[in-house]
């Protein structure tokens, strides 16, 4: 267990001595969404042919759920480590910004990927899912965790305090994350606000993870899949180029 291994660990430790709160929590609150929206909505709005809502739904859930604990952790682990001092200890190692960058977004995935499995896991029994392409499952899932962890690096290496990261994550991705389609098609809207949704790379994320489950989409799996590499791409350059000059974080 040496170099980023031995961060990674820690980093996934972290979250998993309290998964009462950082596991159990968002699944609950998933299935308070489906159990609301699902209800209400289940025999008044259709999506696609043959797919009930509450199917439709399930899948956006699931992605939400994975891109936003995806976000929290990366971004709560630097924010608390900045305001209790105990970065300073990670500064002192010989770790390059590359372990720091694989150490912090794939802890943010695994966390993401276990609070999504956690939330198919008592969301399935609500109706039929089917696995029509599983790969595209896997590969949106993934990337859509390694993507939100990457942002997540980007707001914790921003912000000095709690207020800033909240400001980040409540005026940057949930905005993002409501407005990309978790619990509508965009096909629904109007054509001034499909165009915006289009610009969105969560709709992207979520919509090609959803096309996994039934094969359909509102766009093709494969401008999806270039998108969403594309910003993470961006996205990455951007975090290991903050880590290489130690912006906000050395003296």
């Given amino acids: ?119 198919f896991a008592v969301t399935a029994w609500s109706t039929s899912l089917h696995f029509v392409a599983p790969g595209w499952i896997l590969v949106f899932a993934l990337l859509g965790a390694a993507l939100l962890g990457t942002l997540g690096l980007i707001a914790g290496l921003w912000a000095e305090k709690f207020d800033q990261l909240a400001a980040f994550q409540n005026f940057i991705i949930m905005p993002m994350t409501f407005l990309s389609g978790v619990f509508y098609s965009i096909h629904s809207l109007p054509a001034f606000w499909q165009g915006v949704s289009h610009l969105n790379p ?28 594309g910003t993470l791409t961006v996205v990455a350059g951007i975090a290991l180029h903050l880590l290489r000059t130690g912006y906000k974080i050395r003296g």
């Avoid at 969560?202 to 989409?217: A, E, L, Q, T």
Wanted: proline content about 3%.
């Fill in 1 to 119: 267990m040496i170099g980023w291994r031995a961060l990674f660990y820690k980093e996934v430790m972290r979250f998993w001595k309290v998964s009462f709160q950082t596991v159990a929590a968002p699944v609950l609150t998933a299935v308070l969404y489906l159990l609301i929206f699902g209800h209400v909505l289940e025999d008044r709005v259709k999506v696609y042919d043959q797919v009930s809502y509450t199917a439709f739904l399930v899948p956006g859930l699931v992605m939400m759920s994975v891109l936003q604990n995806a976000f929290a952790n990366s971004s709560s682990s630097l924010i608390q480590s900045k305001i209790m001092g105990n970065l300073v200890f990670l500064l002192l190692t010989p770790l390059g910004h590359w372990s720091w960058f694989v150490a912090y977004v794939g802890s943010a995935m695994v966390r993401g990927v276990a609070v999504g499995l956690g939330v």
């Fill in 202 to 229: 969560f709709f992207y994320m979520i919509d090609g993870f959803r096309y996994g489950f039934f094969g359909v989409s509102d766009v093709s799996p494969w401008l999806s899949l270039c998108l969403v590499a």
